[in-house]
């Protein structure tokens, strides 16, 4: 049983768990083994192997004593954008960043508490861009992961090494967080299912702030059924965290399998209406993303769905929309790391403002630096309402083009970044490469929407696809139903890479 342990998804895991087949700890052992064979990703940064058999050997206890829940003894890993507990897992929360570098908190952010109350299993820390800011994982301060297809190739960010993780079955599913796009674009370069919950579902409690008004978790695994999982266990209001949404506890597996109404076996999406916005499809998108897309969309009308034209006229917006409010707020987020409050200090330094300034000079990499003085500035006076309000108006004008396509359609639909995965290094020194490949996730961000990636197929160099699916404020279960009758109907969720 435990060679084969990594071919397990969360639900596959559990039930196997549930028929005394597994225990939790042969499972823990297994993975660890894998996460050591395959050190060569770069995906992990912390692993404490006597914690993670620690929680094993406490969710087999549970299980005996017949208080096993859904969960309970599934091995995990965690972006490490996510505070944990030093005292409970030994394991350090690094942001990705030099800066934060040892950084041992006394606390666990919310979601992992409460995955870990679901009796999950903790096996380490991933790899991330440093506090999130990336779409390669190219900007983590401990070095690039690898793409598991590809190992030339990125991974996607910021939650690359969730994505790598997931996808080289190093482990059965991952948390990561997305703020313009960091769940969904890595989903789709390494062939695996993630979703973006609806701004305020999950606590931001314990997450490194990168955008606040952006930044949300989310679950990275093999299928939709496990993200709907993971996700119920991860969500749900808590009173630390002020945009925390205030609804009652979600069964998004529940809301998964539910049926819809007037559909049929052979046709599960009767009646659901996909919305196309022309601008997800322009000259400018890659040909073998397209076909692998449009496939998708062929299959999801098999299973009775219709597809119907709308219009986000402000996709491209979205891009200079994001990139001035993201780093504004990560500005004024980041003004803690000082070397006093939190934080790297440097070693030589004159007075406290020579302090503060190697502290954050030798702490911070290229990319926070570059996003710091941008948002300075679009928040200085006299360029605040050239840019900043600016901004902001647009931003309300692009949620609202949503609104617009809604009274048309259940769900949107497209591609999750324009190409697949690129090669390491190829974007060289310019970051704005890196920027313009975010426009289709942007939108869905600025208007807090929940957005999902589902593989598609594969596009250039065997590479994976994935089909971006958008859904109107707190329809997460609409999305996991839909991409769920997907992976009924196809295959490419299943796919492995060679040597994984
Ligand atoms: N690529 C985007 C950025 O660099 C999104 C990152 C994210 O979602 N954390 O900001």
């Not at 394991?91 to 570098?101: E, I, Q």
């Not at 996808?167 to 979703?195: C, H, K, M, W």
């Not at 076996?265 to 397209?290: N, T």
């Not at 409010?325 to 020579?354: C, T, W």
């Amino acid at each position: 049983m435990s060679a084969e342990v990594h071919k397990l998804g969360v639900a596959a895991l559990a039930r196997e768990m549930e028929a005394g087949r597994l225990s939790s700890v042969e499972a823990t052992q297994a993975l660890l083994a894998g996460i050591t064979r395959h050190a060569e990703l770069g995906a992990f940064l912390a692993v404490n192997e006597a914690t993670a058999l620690a929680q094993a050997r406490e969710a087999d206890a549970r299980r005996a004593r017949g208080q096993a829940g859904a969960l309970t003894g599934v091995p995990l890993a965690h972006k490490d954008i996510f505070v944990t507990d030093f005292a409970r897992t030994g394991l350090p929360t690094t942001a990705g960043s030099k800066m934060l570098a040892g950084y041992q908190s006394p606390f666990d952010a919310t979601v992992l508490a409460r995955l870990q109350e679901a009796g999950t299993v903790t096996l380490g820390k991933l790899n991330c861009d440093e506090f999130a800011m990336g779409s390669a994982n190219e900007n983590s301060a401990f070095g690039p992961v690898k793409n598991p297809w590809d190992l030339q190739r990125v991974p996607g960010g910021s939650s690359g090494g969730s994505a790598a993780a997931v996808a080289a079955r190093l482990v059965p599913a991952a948390t990561g967080t997305d703020t313009g796009g960091s769940i969904r674009q890595p989903a789709s370069f390494t062939g695996v299912t993630g979703i973006k919950p609806t701004y305020g579902v999950c606590s931001r409690y314990g997450m490194v702030a990168f955008a606040s008004s952006l930044d949300q978790a989310g679950p990275l695994a093999r299928s939709a059924e496990d993200c709907a999982l993971l996700l119920s266990a991860m969500s749900g209001f808590d009173a630390r965290d002020a945009t925390s949404a205030q609804r009652p506890p979600q069964d998004f597996a529940a809301a998964m399998r539910a049926p819809r109404e007037g559909a049929t076996a052979a046709q599960p999406l009767k009646g659901l209406r996909i919305g196309l916005p022309e601008e997800f499809f322009p000259s400018a998108l890659a040909a073998d993303v397209e076909t692998a897309v449009r496939g998708a969309l062929a299959e999801l009308e098999k299973l009775g769905a219709t597809l119907v034209d709308v219009s986000l006229p402000r996709t491209e917006l979205s891009i200079p929309v994001y990139y001035i409010i993201a780093p504004a707020e990560a500005s004024s987020n980041l003004s803690r790391f000082d070397g006093v409050k939190f934080g790297h200090r440097a070693a030589q330094h004159g007075d406290l403002m020579d302090m503060y300034r190697k502290s954050r000079a030798e702490g911070f990499g290229p990319e926070v630096k570059r996003r710091i003085m941008i948002g300075t500035y679009v928040l200085s006076h006299g360029y605040y309402d050239a840019y900043y309000v600016q901004a902001q108006k647009l931003r309300r004008m692009i949620a609202d083009d949503f609104q617009a396509c809604f009274q048309h359609c259940d769900l949107i639909a497209g591609p999750v970044a324009p190409t697949v995965a690129w090669q390491l290094g190829a974007q060289g020194e310019d970051p704005l490469q890196a920027y313009l490949a975010d426009i289709f996730t942007l939108p869905g961000s600025l208007a807090g929407l929940p957005g999902m990636s589902v593989p598609a197929g594969f596009g250039q160099g065997g590479m994976p696809v994935g089909l971006q699916l958008i859904g109107n404020y707190f329809e997460e279960g609409a999305l996991l139903h839909a991409a769920h009758a997907l992976q009924l109907a196809t295959d490419h969720h299943t796919r492995a890479p060679a040597g994984f």
